[in-house]
C-alpha cells in the first residue's frame, strides 16, 4: 500500500511540474531529464531468458488514426509472442501535453514496459523520468521522446534516409524545380521536425538549387484541419508543384483535396503514406509515388525491445543485440537507438503487392 500511495504521489509531483513548465529551457530540460538516466550502470546479460507476463502498455501519439492502428497492432502481436498482458491507452488529440496523464496512471498499474510515440519530446519527460525511478522501462517509437528520459527508440528508418528520400521524391515530381511546400502533423512532433530539419539541408544543396520550399503548414494529424491545410496551400501558391505531407494523414487529406479539384494533375502530392490508405489515389493518378516502412514492424520491434530490456537482455546501450521474433536480430546504435530499416517507394507499378 506504502509503494502505491509513493508512487501516485511521485505522478502528482510529475504531472504538477509538466503543467508549469511551459516554456522549458534547454538547461531546465537537462535538469528534469537527468533523473531519468540511472540505467547506464547496469550491465546487459545477453544470455538471460526473455520474461513471460510482462505487462506492455502502448501511448501513441493519439489514438483512432489509421497509421497508429496498424503500429499498434504490430505491437499487440509481439506482446502475445512473448506471452505478455498488452495494454492501449491514450488522446484523441495530439497535444503536447495530452500523453502526460495517461504515463501517470501506467506508473500507478505497474507496467512493466511504457512504449510511448511523443507528442513532445520534453512534455512527456518528467513523468517518463518517474515511471523509470519506479523499474518501468521506457521505450520510444515513431516518434522519439528526449534520450535521456527513454531506454531505447525505435526509429522507423534513419532520420538522415527519410529526409533525402522525401525531398528525391519531390524533385522528381517538380522536374527539378519549383515551388514546393510541405504539409505536417504537429508544430511539436519530433519525427516530423526531424526529417524537415534534413529536407531543409538537402534543399539547401547546389543541385536542388532550383526548388523553393514556399510553407511549412500544420494540420495536426487532424483529417479536416489537414484537408483545409492542403487546400489553403494551393490557393496561397499558385505556382506550387509538389505538396510533401511527412504524414499519413496529412498526406491522404492533401490527395482527397486534390484528386476532385482542377489541381489534379497540375500539382503534385507525396510524403508518407499506408498503401491501402493511397491505393484509390495512386490508381486515380493523383499520386505517381509516395513512401513508407511497414508500421506494424515498428509497433512488434518495439515490444520485443521492450521484453529485452525488462529481461535484462540489453540495457540500451550501443552495441547490444537481441532477437526480435519474426524480424530476426537487432543492434542497439548510438543513444539507444534501433533501426527497422530503409523506406519503400510505392508506385503504381508496385501498390497491390502490399497490405497494410
Not at 524533385?171 to 505536417?184: K, N, P, V
Not at 511549412?216 to 499558385?238: C, H, M, R, V, W
Request: overall charge positive; some cysteine.
Amino acid at each position: 500500500m506504502n509503494q502505491r500511495k509513493n508512487l501516485a504521489v511521485l505522478a502528482v509531483l510529475a504531472l504538477a511540474l509538466t503543467a508549469c513548465g511551459g516554456g522549458t529551457t534547454k538547461s531546465s530540460t537537462e535538469s528534469q531529464n537527468t533523473a531519468g538516466s540511472s540505467n547506464t550502470s547496469a550491465k546487459a546479460d545477453p544470455n538471460a531468458p526473455l520474461k513471460e507476463g510482462l505487462k506492455i502498455a502502448y501511448l501513441p501519439k493519439q489514438l483512432n488514426n489509421p497509421y497508429t492502428d496498424v503500429e499498434v497492432g504490430g505491437g499487440k502481436v509481439a506482446v502475445g509472442e512473448l506471452k505478455g498482458e498488452y495494454k492501449l491507452v491514450g488522446p484523441n488529440d495530439a497535444s503536447a501535453s495530452s500523453q502526460v496523464s495517461y504515463i501517470n496512471t501506467l506508473i500507478q498499474q505497474q507496467q512493466n514496459v511504457i512504449v510511448v510515440a511523443a507528442n513532445d519530446p520534453n512534455a512527456v519527460c518528467p513523468s517518463l523520468n518517474q515511471a523509470r525511478k519506479a523499474g518501468i522501462k521506457v521505450v520510444s517509437f515513431d516518434s522519439d521522446a528526449s534520450k535521456s528520459c527513454r531506454d531505447a527508440f525505435i526509429n522507423q528508418a534513419t532520420t538522415q534516409g527519410i529526409g533525402e528520400s522525401l525531398v528525391k521524391m519531390a524533385s522528381e515530381l517538380a522536374g527539378g524545380a519549383g515551388d514546393i511546400a510541405i504539409l505536417s502533423a504537429t508544430p511539436n512532433a519530433t519525427n516530423q521536425n526531424s526529417w524537415i530539419e534534413v529536407m531543409k539541408t538537402e534543399l539547401a544543396k547546389p543541385e536542388n538549387a532550383k526548388l523553393k520550399l514556399v510553407k511549412i503548414a500544420y494540420g495536426n494529424d487532424d483529417d479536416q484541419k489537414s484537408f483545409t491545410e492542403a487546400q489553403g496551400l494551393l490557393q496561397s501558391y499558385p505556382n506550387l508543384k509538389v505538396i510533401v505531407s511527412p504524414t499519413t494523414v496529412g498526406i491522404a487529406a492533401a490527395s482527397r483535396y486534390v484528386s476532385a479539384s482542377s489541381y489534379k494533375g497540375k500539382v503534385a502530392i507525396t510524403g508518407l503514406g499506408l498503401p491501402n490508405q493511397m491505393r484509390q489515389y495512386v490508381k486515380d493518378g493523383t499520386v505517381k509515388k509516395f513512401a513508407l516502412w511497414n508500421p506494424a514492424d515498428i509497433g512488434y520491434l518495439a515490444a520485443y525491445a521492450g521484453a529485452a530490456l525488462s529481461s535484462g537482455q540489453i540495457t540500451g546501450a550501443q552495441g547490444e543485440k537481441f532477437k526480435a521474433g519474426k524480424l530476426g536480430e537487432y543492434t542497439v546504435g548510438a543513444d539507444g537507438e534501433i533501426v527497422l530499416g530503409p523506406p519503400t517507394e510505392f508506385t503504381a507499378a508496385n501498390i497491390d503487392k502490399f497490405n497494410f
